[in-house]
């Protein structure tokens, strides 16, 4: 049930969280990546709006790849930065090639949770917009269970032949953890 909670947890979040890489505009991460983060320059504290550009720049200069961009997106991201913020703020370390040091040394020493997220957010990426289709269910049961559902799968599936509604899977695990909810 822990297991269901932390994944049902995550995805919330993922959900929510907004990836803010820039549009069309470009850093040149080369000299960028040995400045100050920007929210350092804060004299009261971090403010969204400096963790916001500090994030962008981390995930454009960082070569992160599209699920790490979406992991390290949002309330994880300012939970890095403010620990980062936290220690090394008096020290005048906090550059950005620091900040993707802390993302690197994050992976590796947190690396059975960090997989596990990593695996949850890939199957959810490749999910939540994949209309429901019953006849291709054994092909997307894998990805159901790399987001920690093995103990649901047959309650979900007996959910969606009873909902046939034009969902897609993102929308239909939301509304089948809903009705559990509400079950319980």
């Not at 695996?119 to 429901?132: D, H, P, R």
């Not at 899977?169 to 953890?177: D, H, N, P, S």
Request: glycine letters at 4%; a positive charge.
């Amino acid at each position: 049930m822990k297991k269901i909670n932390f994944i049902l947890s995550l995805i919330t979040l993922l959900s929510i969280s907004i990836i803010s890489c820039s549009q069309g505009e470009k850093y040149d991460c080369e000299n960028v990546l040995k400045e100050r983060l920007y929210s350092s320059h804060m004299s009261k504290g971090l403010h969204k709006d400096s963790l916001k550009r500090d994030q962008e720049i981390l995930m454009e200069c960082g070569n992160l790849d599209s699920v790490d961009a979406k992991l390290f997106s949002g309330p994880f991201m300012y939970l890095i930065l403010v620990d980062l913020h936290n220690k090394e703020r008096k020290a005048g370390k906090i550059t950005y090639k620091r900040g993707l040091e802390i993302i690197s040394e994050f992976k590796k020493e947190w690396k059975d949770e960090y997989k596990l997220s990593y695996t949850a957010t890939s199957a959810q990426m490749e999910l939540e917009n994949i209309k429901v289709n019953l006849a291709d269910f054994e092909r997307i049961r894998p990805k159901l269970i790399d987001l920690g559902m093995e103990k649901d799968i047959e309650p979900f599936k007996t959910f969606l032949e009873k909902n046939r509604k034009n969902w897609t899977y993102g929308e239909a695990m939301k509304a089948f953890f809903e009705a559990q909810k509400q079950n319980n």
